[in-house]
Structure formats: C-alpha cells, structure tokens
C-alpha cells in the first residue's frame, strides 16, 4: 500500500528549488540502489554523485538545458561497464566467495558458461546489457527517493558521448547510462505538479494469457 502511495506521490519534478537533501536520506536512496537486483549478480555499474555546483553546470550544458540539473541537491548519474570480460565477472564472483567464505572455485562452472554466453556477443551488446541491468538500480533508487519525500527526475536527455568526454569516463571500462537529480520541487514553477498522473489503463496494461489462447489464435489463423 505505502509503495503505491508513494509512486503516486512521485513525479518527473520539471523544476527543482535548490534545497540541499540530508545525508540520510541521500544515503538511503544509495542503498537501495545498491540493492538492486542484477543479472548473475555482477551489478556492471555503479553511481557518480556529484554536488559540485561547477561541475553541475558543465552538466547542464550536455544535458539539453535541463535546469533539474543544476537547481537539484545531488544529481546521480548511473553509469555502466563498456564491456563484460573474463577478468571482470571473476573479479565479482571471487568478491562474492570471499564474501560468503567459499572457495573460488565454487561456482567456477556456472561462471565459465556465463562467459561462454556472453564472450561472442561482443561489446555492444555487452554495453546495452549492462546499462539495462543499470535502469534496475535506477528505478529502484526512483522508488526510494518518493519513499523519502525527495523529489528525482529521470533523465535520459543529455549527449552522453559529451558527458562521457567531461565526466573522463572514456577508456575508464564505464559508460553514461542515465541521470537522476534529486531534490526539492519547486511548485510555483512546476508545470507538472498539479497534472493528472496517467498511464495505460491496467487492462491493456496486464493481460493474462494461458497455452490455449496462443493455440485458438494460431487455429484461427491457419484457418
Ligand atoms: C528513462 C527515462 C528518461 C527520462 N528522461 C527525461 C528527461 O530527460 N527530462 C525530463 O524532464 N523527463 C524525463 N523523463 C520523465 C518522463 O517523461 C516521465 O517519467 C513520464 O512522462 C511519466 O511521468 P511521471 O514520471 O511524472 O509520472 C524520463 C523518464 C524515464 C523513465
């Protein structure tokens, strides 16, 4: 119940005030993050938390203008491995034996297949893959900011090969995936505040589906 009061609550706050958000709600917000659930476990990204006032403003500038960019408190931007590699998801798996007191050779099976998988899809592929596993954290950390009272906004309009070049993320194994400021709305100068919250009507949005409706259609169709 409180989750769906508080995803009510939330919005994509077009104008922010300034105000600075406390630690521990900022830390909270973190967490969940950190929380967040990901493929095989190798969460391929982590979160830049930025507050300088300077650098926000270079941001600003990458980012469409966006004003949430410089009037937030903290602005995260969520960014994701280039690429996966052999050494990297062993780096991960040794970390999470140690972690748990198991040797490494543990899931050393599970861990080859993987990379098996993933080796001949290439770095493309590998980039997507990892900043999707990126939006998890990211909608996690959206839910937890409402959850505070602290007001985000996604931000997937920036030029995130010149946030890359500014942020010195080029050559660094991480890319710019999507950014989220957080803060305080300013309602006077919010067009969105007061707006109706709409999404797809839940019976198109939710359709169950059972063998035999995928059997009638296909019956109808060869028919
Ligand atoms: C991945 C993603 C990227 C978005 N990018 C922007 C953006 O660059 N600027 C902006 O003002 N809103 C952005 N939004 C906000 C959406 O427009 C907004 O979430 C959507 O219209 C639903 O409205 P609500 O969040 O207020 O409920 C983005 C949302 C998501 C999830």
């Known amino acids: 119940m409180a989750l769906l009061e508080d995803l009510t609550w939330r919005y994509a706050t ?5 105000e600075r958000i406390p630690a521990d709600k900022l830390n909270y917000i973190l967490e969940a993050a950190r929380l967040a659930p990901s493929s095989s476990g190798l969460q391929p990204y982590k979160i830049l938390v930025i507050s300088d006032p300077a650098l926000l403003a270079k941001i600003r500038e990458v980012s469409f203008n966006q004003s949430q960019v410089t009037d937030c408190s903290h602005l995260l931007v969520f960014v994701a491995w280039d690429g996966y590699s052999e050494e990297r998801i062993t780096r991960v798996f040794n970390y999470t034996m140690d972690q748990r007191g198991l040797p490494h050779q ?23 893959h990892a900043a999707k596993q ?14 505070q009272r602290v007001d985000a906004t996604p931000i997937e309009g920036f030029n995130a ?16 995936a999507v ?14 505040v007061n707006m109706k919250k709409v999404r797809t009507p839940m ?21």
């Open 14 to 18: 077009k104008k922010m005030n300034g």
């Open 106 to 128: 543990t899931m050393a099976d599970y861990k080859q297949n993987l990379w098996s998988m993933y080796e001949p899809l290439g770095q493309e592929w590998h980039a997507q």
């Open 134 to 147: 990126s939006y998890i954290a990211f909608a996690m950390a959206i839910a937890a900011a409402a959850e």
């Open 161 to 176: 090969d010149q946030l890359d070049t500014l942020l010195q993320l080029k050559g660094s194994g991480y890319h710019s």
């Open 179 to 192: 950014l989220l400021p957080l803060g305080y709305r300013q309602e006077s100068e919010d067009w969105l």
């Open 203 to 223: 019976e198109e949005f939710a359709q169950e589906l059972t063998l035999a409706d995928l059997t009638n259609a296909e019956e109808q169709a060869a028919q």
